[in-house]
């Protein structure tokens, strides 16, 4: 047995990110270049410019990480690259670049699916973790429930049908103006949780919307966030906003959404007698302490353990790409592309 080294490329939306990995799950380097705060100031992302950014980008990058790795393109046992989902253009960018770079250099091609490797990606640093697992993904691009069964097996129980949770408290943020110097340069979603902090027991109820109907474990938070922003047009009009209750209320209204679906999953595999053991919490938005400790509470009702990933590998990143290539590889998974002449045009 000797280690397999990867390069992975992830461009699917507006981080232009790559990275060396290896089996022995060492990151022999990363990089990662982002616009995020020049857009998400724009009022959000252009897939446009995304794409832009990450042409002008990829071949530095690509440099960069083999010196940084100490490794030549000969060394390397494969390209993974992220197939899908995400911005189209910006992912075209990725593949074409993974393509030329598999070819030229006669490596194996792994399309790599991106919300799979968010759920794999805990496996880079936890030993503990063993499929099949559960797995809650919650970002400014995802929300999802699904059971991990192995590297390419996943079963999605639920999904949402409208928005993210990380776009919908971004942008109810974004709408109630300046929250102070303190917040410069960090992601609305903290301002939030910090604001809501500072809110009484009752602030966290005190502006209540209806919540969304959706179907089983799914999810709706541009629902959400128009009840938001419609109700935030009327007090400011009528009675004033408090800022504090607002956010603790926008905060307790998007966990509670999210409780009650993981609810509706675990009550379903529970009756079933197939629940794992284990829930991988993992996106941005599990960096928010109130509702990660609301899943963990749900989820230790059930006897499951719930396991946080990582700040650096929840957000998007070309580590967890590259890994899942390795576990794909290691599978000797039939979606390689294992001889450069296999390799199509585009994915
Ligand atoms: O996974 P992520 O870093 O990027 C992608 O969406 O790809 O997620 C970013 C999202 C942003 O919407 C940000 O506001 C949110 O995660 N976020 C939070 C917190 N920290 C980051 N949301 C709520 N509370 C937080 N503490
Ligand atoms: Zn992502």
Redesign the pocket.
Known sequence: YSSLKVLGIET????TAVAVVTSDRAILSSERFTE?AIQRKQGGINPSVCAQQHRQNLPILIEKCLKDAGTSPKDLDAVAVTVTPGLVIALKEGISAAISFARKHKLPLIPVHHMRA?ALSILLVDDTVRFPFSTL??????ALIAVAESAENFKLYGQSVGG???????KV?RHLGDLGSEFDG?????A???LASRSSEFGHQRYTISFPSVGKADMNFDQIKGSYLNLLDRIRRTEGVDIPDFCASL?NT?TRHIASKLHAFFDTLDSEKRLPGQLVV??????????FDAVSKLSSAYGVSTVKTP?SL???NAEMIAYTGILMHLNRSESIYWRPEDIPDTI
């Open positions: 699917s939306c507006d981080d995020r968010h993904l919650l970002s400014g691009g995802h993210s949770p990380g776009e919908c408290i971004d943020a960090v992601h609305a979603g903290v939030v949780e910090t905060q998007v993992g996106g941005g938005v599990a960096a928010n302490k109130y509702i700040l929840c957000t998007d």
